[in-house]
């Protein structure tokens, strides 16, 4: 049997994160940083920065939020054609998760109504429920500050890769497409089957995302010994994990981690994922200063608008095979890598079951 690896690292931030900090990112940190991307795909970040305040007032809002009347949610529900707001009916893999959430998006033009037609982009339009203007204020004010610290973290990233720390700005800038979700995982009744899932086993589909849990775990990621690895909640620390998207970049040398969510058991559970997504524009490939003889480039171009679309059919509802990076593997040892892929997602099943 393969040795289990230790829990996720945990990075000593350096304040890095913090308003008006326009220093580099410290060498030691973005290696750090490097180093964890390369192997468990998740690292805690503390002493990062990050605007505290914030940040506890959009968990109050969130918890508001949810403690709201189900007919009320259900008033912002998502649809088919709008990937924004409520949700208590979430897929992953085509199998329901046991949680409730919120999404939100970037607005282009905030001085327009929500549901303007140059507001539209490809997640949709937001929804707020109404008579809640502290909640859509205080979520509006923490999405900036994730905005901000996301491209933060791609000069980081961009500096733990070797490149220029703003060398991949521009599938971002203007234009893209990251969101706020807001979840809420009720505590799982007394007599319900122990293999539902809070959320069950993927990867994220974008560049990064940062994520705040509360002191209540849940989290866990597969190690590369086939075992899961709770990711223990710290004070204040942000989780980030690598996205599908920085693995193609990467070609391969960043990896996206399989993780999931434990059911709930005693006690609700709350977190809030920023998904820092590229512009829809955007094809992703891997980077030519990553490709040479021994490392030919792993997967073929993603366009990023499609590869989304195509993703949220299969979290909205049951729309054949969830849409993952190895349906764009090439072959070789790509191709040995995808089979990888497949065994990992394997033993996760096998796990869960």
């Not at 829990?7 to 900090?21: E, H, K, R, S, T």
């Not at 349906?327 to 040892?333: P, Q, T």
Request: one cysteine or more; glycine letters at 8%; charged letters at 20%.
């Amino acid at each position: 049997m393969r040795a289990a690896m230790a829990p996720p690292p945990v990075i000593d931030g350096q304040q890095f994160l913090a308003p008006g900090n326009t220093a580099p990112p410290p060498a030691e940190v973005a290696k750090a940083i490097a180093q964890a991307a390369s192997t468990a795909g998740f690292f805690q970040l503390v002493n990062h920065g990050a605007d505290a305040e914030l940040l506890a007032r959009m968990t109050a809002a969130m918890h508001a939020f949810f403690d709201l009347p189900l007919e009320e949610k259900l008033k912002v529900r998502r649809a088919e054609t709008n990937a924004m707001g409520y949700a208590n009916d979430e897929l992953t893999k085509q199998t329901r998760d046991l949680k409730e959430l919120f999404d939100f998006c970037r607005v282009p033009h905030p001085e327009l109504p929500d549901d303007h037609p140059s507001n539209l982009t490809i997640e949709g339009y937001n929804r707020w429920p109404e008579g809640q203007p502290e909640f859509r204020a205080a979520m509006t004010a923490y999405y900036g500050e994730m905005e901000r610290c996301s491209f933060r973290l791609l000069e980081a990233f961009c500096l733990g890769l070797g490149l220029e720390r703003t060398a991949l700005h521009h599938l971002f800038e203007g234009q893209h497409t990251g969101f706020l979700r807001l979840n809420y995982y009720p505590v799982l009744p007394e007599g319900e089957q122990a293999k539902q899932m809070g959320v069950h086993h993927h990867t994220d589909a974008g560049f990064l995302t940062i994520l705040v849990q509360d002191e209540v775990p849940g989290l866990q990621t597969l190690d590369s010994g086939g075992q899961w690895q709770l990711v223990q909640p710290i004070p204040g620390a942000l989780t980030i994990n690598v996205g599908d998207q920085c693995q193609v970049l990467s070609n391969d040398r960043f990896k996206a981690p399989l993780h999931r969510v434990l059911p709930s058991r005693g006690r609700k559970r709350y977190s809030a994922p920023f998904f820092f997504n590229p512009r829809p524009d955007a094809d992703v490939a891997p980077l030519p200063m990553f490709i040479d003889e021994e490392h030919p480039p792993a997967f073929r171009p993603i366009n990023w608008g499609r590869f989304r679309s195509l993703r949220f059919a299969g979290d909205y509802s049951d729309l054949g095979e969830e849409v993952q990076i190895s349906h764009y593997r090439l072959g070789g040892k790509a191709a040995a890598a995808a089979v990888e892929d497949a065994a990992a997602q394997a033993a996760a099943c096998a796990a869960s079951a």
